[in-house]
Structure formats: structure tokens, C-alpha cells
């Protein structure tokens, strides 16, 4: 069983930072791109950031330029450093590992900014 362990969420106040980890096993964390989706009360989960390659970036447009995605190779680690935070960034955000086996996803964190 593929555990992705996922810690950094918390509460916070509007214009606020925050920084979401992501630890996978070495063996998979190479062969696979990983990301973070978010699920708001009520809402779909949807697409925050995510590597689609080994260089290559996406992100959802509500959050180009206050969020970043990193990785940390040595580590088998993703990083989420989310700046400027809004009431609407609110929700649990899960950690995603894809390979060609499929889809993989955290327990949640849950993260709340407060107006």
C-alpha cells in the first residue's frame, strides 16, 4: 500500500503563507509526477498545482503567483509554499502521485484562511 504522507496545513489569516509537504517512497517518487488538488465544502476536488514532467509546471489560474510548487528530489518530497491567501484558498488539499500504474492520493490536509 503506497503511502503518501502529507503534513503543513493549518489555520491562517487572509495574506497569510502557508507551506503544504509531500513525502512518497523513493522507488515510486521517481518514475512519478505528483501535484496537490484541493476540495472546498461542497465542491469538486479540483487541480491546484501539479509537475506534468520533470521541468514542467501547471497551475490552476486562481492561483498563479501566489503559489509554488517544488520538489525535493533528495528528500522524495513536494513542497506547496502558498503565499497571499484568501478566504476562497479554504478547503483540504490532497496530495496526488501519478505514474503509469495510476493515481495515488494523501489523507488531506486541511487548510483554512480566515477573512
Known amino acids: 500500500q503506497v503511502q503518501l504522507v502529507e503534513s503543513g496545513g493549518g489555520l491562517v489569516q487572509a495574506g497569510g503563507s502557508l507551506r503544504l509537504s509531500c513525502s512518497a517512497p523513493?522507488?515510486?517518487?521517481?518514475?512519478?509526477?505528483m501535484g496537490w488538488y484541493r476540495q472546498a465544502p461542497g465542491k469538486s476536488r479540483e487541480l491546484v498545482a501539479r509537475f506534468t514532467s520533470v521541468m514542467h509546471r501547471d497551475y490552476a489560474d486562481s492561483v498563479k503567483g501566489r503559489f509554488t510548487i517544488s520538489r525535493d528530489n533528495a528528500q522524495n518530497t513536494v513542497h506547496l509554499q502558498m503565499n497571499d491567501l484568501k478566504p476562497e484558498d479554504t478547503g483540504v488539499y490532497y496530495c496526488?502521485?501519478?505514474?503509469?500504474?495510476?493515481?495515488?492520493w494523501g489523507q488531506g490536509t486541511q487548510v483554512t484562511v480566515s477573512s
Open positions: 496526488n502521485l501519478r505514474n503509469p500504474y495510476g493515481d495515488k
Open positions: 523513493g522507488r515510486l517518487f521517481s518514475i512519478s509526477t
